[in-house]
């Protein structure tokens, strides 16, 4: 009797931190983004934009320039998302709200007298707070992206992952343009070559997020999105602290491409590579010699010539 009202303790205390779990997540579903987290997106988005090479000069140069590609890093995603399905690309711009707010930030980050407002939001425990903020929005964007996709195509998997990546990734698959509007061509930074770390977990996340709209991942979508997001804060904070620009995903996408695409391993290369460097270092020690003496020839010439001169 007493083991069996243990158990049936144990169970009454399990359901309620799952029930405790199922409310928090359905609280972060429906809590509003505007404007507290669209804020720290902002903030996030245009304090890369100035750490990158020659942002603060154009904006002295050109404030519009600086302007438009300051919307693409806040808008980027909406603008791309759009095009992909077929609709205006200018459509999130008529959220007045939305945009004088981004214009804000971008006027303080890049205007505001002693650069206040930036040694502020770049202090380091306040940049892992917006970090954190930004990641919850990022994620939200995700969940809504493939959302949206579904409603236009329902049997689309591939064009949900699509929409819910781009929506995801930001201006990161829009640098190349975004650059062009900086003065920039750097083709080798293009996203899919080198996907860093928000990009390959937007992908991840849209897989996850297409699998439970389509009913294959036996999950509530408030509960995937309360812990996916848990897992990009964690991430996030985690490498914005240590400023490690590594990847969680590269042990397992190591051995994966190993196996699936038969990638060969950096240690195999090395060695490859060590092993033909080696051989190539083989033949040369007989011509050595040959050329300090050829080099003694040349300099003695050199001083022959020069002493007829000085002679004549």
């Known amino acids: 009797r007493e083991r069996s009202g243990w158990w049936q303790g144990g169970l009454a205390r399990g359901g309620m931190e799952a029930l405790e779990v199922g409310e928090v997540a359905a609280a972060l579903a429906h809590l509003p983004l505007f404007p507290a987290f669209d804020l720290a ?7 890369y934009l100035k750490y990158e090479k020659g942002a603060v000069e154009l904006s002295r140069q050109s404030p519009l320039a600086s302007w438009v590609v300051a919307m693409l890093y806040c808008f980027g995603s ?50 892992l707070i917006l970090v954190a903020m930004k990641e919850v929005v990022r994620v939200r ?11 236009h195509y329902h049997q689309g998997w591939l064009i949900m992952v699509v929409v819910g990546f ?23 930074t293009n996203e899919l070559l080198h996907m860093t770390f928000p990009s390959k977990a937007s992908l991840y996340g849209a897989i996850l997020f297409t699998l439970q709209q389509v009913h294959w991942l036996p999950i509530s979508k408030d509960s995937l999105l309360f812990f996916f997001t848990l897992f990009m804060i964690t991430c996030k904070v ?15 996408e190591g051995v994966l491409c190993h196996f699936l695409f038969g990638t060969v391993p950096s240690g195999h290369n090395d060695h490859h590579h060590d092993h033909h ?5 083989e033949p040369p020690p007989s011509p050595t010699p040959l050329l300090p003496a050829k080099t003694r020839d040349e300099l003695n010439e050199g001083t022959r010539k020069r002493k007829a001169k000085k002679a004549e």
């Open 166 to 188: 781009v929506k995801g990734s930001g201006v990161a698959l829009m640098s190349n343009f975004e650059q062009l509007l900086r003065g920039v061509w750097k083709p080798e």
């Open 41 to 47: 997106y902002f903030v996030v988005s245009l304090l």
């Open 141 to 151: 964007k995700i969940s809504v992206g493939v959302h949206h996709a579904h409603h």
């Open 238 to 252: 985690f490498m914005t602290a240590t400023h490690s620009h590594g990847s969680p995903f590269a042990p397992v």
């Open 277 to 281: 460097h080696g051989g190539s270092h």
């Open 78 to 127: 909406y603008v791309l998302a759009d095009l992909l399905l077929g609709e205006a690309p200018i459509d999130y711009f008529s959220n007045n709200a939305s945009v004088l707010l981004a214009t804000a930030v971008w006027y303080l980050i890049f205007y505001c007298p002693l650069n206040l407002f930036y040694k502020c939001v770049a202090f380091l425990p306040v940049k």
